[in-house]
Every structure is written in structure tokens, then in C-alpha cells.
């Protein structure tokens, strides 16, 4: 299914076949394909460049296809890998996190730091934080096939 080329989010770099590939939702994604390309959001003047996941409903292209700018997405694989990090040795608390210390990490970005915390304020947190952890657990092939790659590709880079 070929991406539109005629709304706002111009694709520069496209995945076509997305769907085939989705995690578990593969073959039978409504996710279709992804892009990075110019931003909808760009002013004159002023380009940004931004990715996005496009949907289909079977019938239509979805509104709720989702468009970010480049370091959000690189600052969600971030919160990914951090949590990781922290689910490798969660096992050691009784709920998986240490309810006295709930910041897992600062991590700094641009002269602050983003920090990844456990959401305390989620009144099912201990039930919430179990279900996640079983979901990394049972979703961990996949994602390590992906972690995997982003590594390679940042060792060609030089990162």
C-alpha cells in the first residue's frame, strides 16, 4: 500500500510494507507503513523533519496515524532502553520498584536531565508495573531484535 505523497507530512524515507513487520501485530497491522519526511507543522522558512506511523482502516487512511519530530522518537527509545535497564534487576524489589526511590534515572539531554521514573501516581501501579514487566518479558525476542539492530546501526555510525 503506497503512503500519500499529497497531505501536509511530505515522506522523504519511506517503509511501505510496515505491516509485515509490526511486532505482533504483523500481518494484520493497521499500521502500514512509516516515513520520515517534512514536518506538517513547518512554517515558512523553517523546515522540521519528523516520522510518521501511517494507518489504514481497510478503508481509509487513519486520522490517528501519528507524527513526531525525530528526537522525540529517539527520546521514546530512550525511556524504552532505560526501562529495560531497570526491569533486568526489578526482580529484586517486591513490586518491582523501590516505592521510597521511584526515579529510575536522569538522563541528560540538552543541559538538564529527562528523568524516567516509576508513576507512583497510578493508583494500580503495583498490579500496572507487573502487567508491563510480563509484557517486556513475553515481547523480549522482539524487542531484542530491534535493539539489536539500532546497535549495529549506531556502531556503523560511530555512537
Known sequence: MKIPTTLKHKP?????NYGQVDGRYAPDSDAKGLSLGLAQWNDRGKV????KVWRHTGGKWSRQSEELPLHRVLDLSILVASSM???????RHENL???????????GLQGDAMTVA???????INE?????NQALSD???????RL????????????
Open 85 to 91: 535497564v531497570h526491569f533486568r534487576e526489578a526482580y
Open 118 to 124: 516509576v508513576c507512583t501516581d497510578n493508583e494500580r
Open 148 to 159: 539489536k539492530t539500532l546497535s549495529r546501526l549506531l556502531k556503523e555510525m560511530g555512537y
Open 139 to 145: 515481547d523480549s525476542e522482539l524487542i531484542g531484535e
Open 128 to 132: 500496572d508495573i507487573r502487567l508491563f
Open 12 to 16: 522523504v524515507i519511506v517503509s511501505e
Open 48 to 51: 522540521d523533519i519528523s516520522a
Open 97 to 107: 520498584y523501590d516505592a521510597d526511590q521511584p526515579v529510575l534515572d536522569r538522563i
